[in-house]
């Protein structure tokens, strides 16, 4: 019995010996008499790392370390334990980057030095500068080069403005365009002005991707502790002020905030509630300006422009509204309520211009590179039962290489017998080589050739080479800002162009069946008696 408790105990301790042998930590025990020293596989491995350290890296593992002794009878035993923790490491270091860090670039994140300037403020006597960096126009290379080409811009950015960096400065991806960079030390405004200076220079420098050369410009605002803030939600919020009345100015370059930025701001804002306020109370209108025929002296058209009818009644002019309206994503439906109000109008625009008029209504080329609105869009305007009517205005930029506007929208446009406008042309991206490639009806000549065109011999000229391309390519020719006796006399002897437009003939004028209202009624009120738009006949015999 006694044999056989013994064997069975044997048999434990051999089955216990196994089991601790083949467990995947390390352990090393050795007793202070020295009578008892054992070591299982993995720390037969471990037994040459330093007993100091509780951290050490092998061979390519991560090994925590840890000893405690253990009393045995009058003696003691001291046990190390060795614990393989390469597989959690990487787990916490790519949680760490993926909480601290930007994915596409590799940069802290906002969390990372909003952590990093709280850290900064806290040390004492310190003096360090935050500028909000923001591309300007990178939506516009994300659509015409695409995702992936826009991605690689970001980290080129990233790149070079890292390389740029003190060892105490940090550089955060903070959003889709915007950076962060903390600028630490700084001490002064003039120190903090050639540092910027040299961060803005850098990124107007050309980028070369995939055979592209993309010019890029960034506008800058800087904030600078602790005179903007004490903390980093102040400093950013400054920057960002200051970065947002650079864009509103002259972009690409970099300003630092003062009260008067803030004051700027805070109008802006009460300028974006005002216009959200507007076109969710429909309180905008259209203006019809003539297009004429002044060798006939017809009207043949008319173009429609956008006003704001304040809260005060007063009308505003589009250059006050527009570009803040397609900052803030507002074009699309105001687009789609100027449409509802020509609808709305068309017994008072028949009536004023004649029935067979052509209606000329502008569409921004970001908007025309969409084919899901302008899919909607044109449903719109077929729905008002005079799409042949309709001329689409849009800037040449509409017609560049990538593009989806000429590919997939104009065949939208020829579906429904609607005609396209070439916008102020001659003011973007044309050339004349460029415009065999695009296959409009009408080119609209920019008022900037027109202006004072009987005195400037260079205007004639472009005016005349545009003309002759145009008959070959047979487009139509419009002028706009024709202001003069003199300038019309020059287009009446000079050239065969027939169609003008500007206050010469008439200003635009305002409907009031056009005025959109917040709510609409299915038969409108009677019209007054429409104002008719009157312009001058010339008499000129051609030379």
């Known amino acids: 019995m006694t044999n056989n408790n013994h064997n069975v105990e044997r048999h434990v301790n051999d089955e216990l010996h196994t089991l601790v042998d083949e467990l995947p930590i390390g352990i090393t025990a050795v007793s202070t008499s020295g009578l008892f020293n054992y070591t299982n596989k993995a720390g037969v491995v471990h037994s040459g790392l330093p007993a100091d350290q ?92 695409g995702h992936t080409i826009a991605d690689q811009l970001l980290t080129k950015i990233a790149d070079r403005l890292s390389a740029e960096l003190r060892p105490s400065d940090m550089l955060a991806r903070v959003g889709g365009d915007e950076f962060v960079l903390l600028l630490s030390p700084a001490t002064n405004a003039d120190e903090i002005a050639l540092l910027v200076q040299k961060f803005s220079s850098r990124l107007k420098q050309p980028f070369f991707i995939d055979g592209y050369e993309i010019l890029t410009s960034a506008s ?45 701001s805070n109008e802006r804002m009460k300028l974006e509630q ?27 058209g008319i173009e429609v422009l956008l006003r704001w009818r304040d809260e005060y009644g ?65 449903e719109a305007i077929v729905a008002t039962g005079m799409a ?19 590919a997939e929208v104009l065949p939208m446009i020829r579906n429904i017998g609607a005609r396209v406008s070439i916008d102020d042309f001659g003011t973007g991206y044309s050339s004349l080589s460029a415009l065999a490639d695009i296959t409009a009806d009408e080119i609209k000549v920019d008022r900037s050739f027109i ?37 019309l006399l020059y287009l ?36 007054a008696e429409p104002t008719r738009v009157e312009h001058k006949r010339v008499n000129y015999s051609r030379s």
Not at 253 to 258: M, N, P, V, Y
Not at 503 to 519: D, G, Q, R
């Open 274 to 300: 005002r216009l959200r306020l507007a076109v969710r109370d429909q309180r905008l209108c259209c203006a019809y300006q003539a297009k004429v025929d002044f060798r006939s002296d017809e009207i043949v």
């Open 314 to 378: 007063d009308i505003q002019p589009p250059g006050d509204f527009v570009t803040l309206a397609v900052e803030l994503g507002l074009m699309d439906e105001i687009t789609l309520l100027v449409l509802s109000e020509i609808a709305a109008a068309r017994n008072s625009i028949d009536e004023a211009f004649g029935p067979e008029v052509s209606i000329s209504i502008n569409v921004a080329a970001r908007q025309a590179d969409k084919p899901d609105f302008m899919r909607s869009f044109l």
């Open 54 to 145: 509780e951290i050490v890296e092998l061979e390519g593992r991560v090994l925590q370390i840890a000893q405690v002794t253990v009393p045995i009878g009058a003696d003691e035993c001291h046990v190390k334990l060795s614990y393989d923790i390469t597989e959690q490491r990487q787990l916490e270091d790519d949680l760490y980057r993926r909480a601290y860090f930007d994915e596409l670039t590799g940069l802290p994140n906002r969390s990372m030095i909003e952590r990093t300037v709280a850290a900064v403020t806290d040390a004492e006597n310190a003096s360090f500068a935050l500028a909000f960096i923001d591309l300007d126009h990178f939506k516009d290379v994300n659509d015409y080069y």
């Open 388 to 406: 042949k009517r309709f001329i689409i205005e849009v800037t040449e930029e509409a017609f560049l290489q990538k593009s989806k506007f000429q």
């Open 451 to 487: 202006t004072d065109i009987h005195l400037r011999p260079r205007s004639q000229s472009v005016l005349k080479a545009i003309e002759s391309l145009a008959d070959a390519l047979d487009m139509s020719i419009i002028v706009e800002g024709v202001e003069t006796f003199e300038e």
């Open 492 to 527: 009446q002897a000079s050239t065969r162009i027939r169609l003008a437009q500007g206050y010469y003939f008439a200003k635009p004028i305002v409907l009031e069946k056009a005025v959109m209202k917040s709510e609409r009624t299915n038969e409108l009120r009677k019209p």
């Open 220 to 264: 800058i605002g800087v904030s600078i502790y602790p005179d903007n803030g004490a903390s980093f939600e102040e400093l950013y919020s400054k920057a960002d002020q200051a970065m947002y009345d650079v864009k509103n100015g002259a972009r690409g370059s970099a300003q630092l905030f003062d009260s008067n930025t803030d004051k700027a």
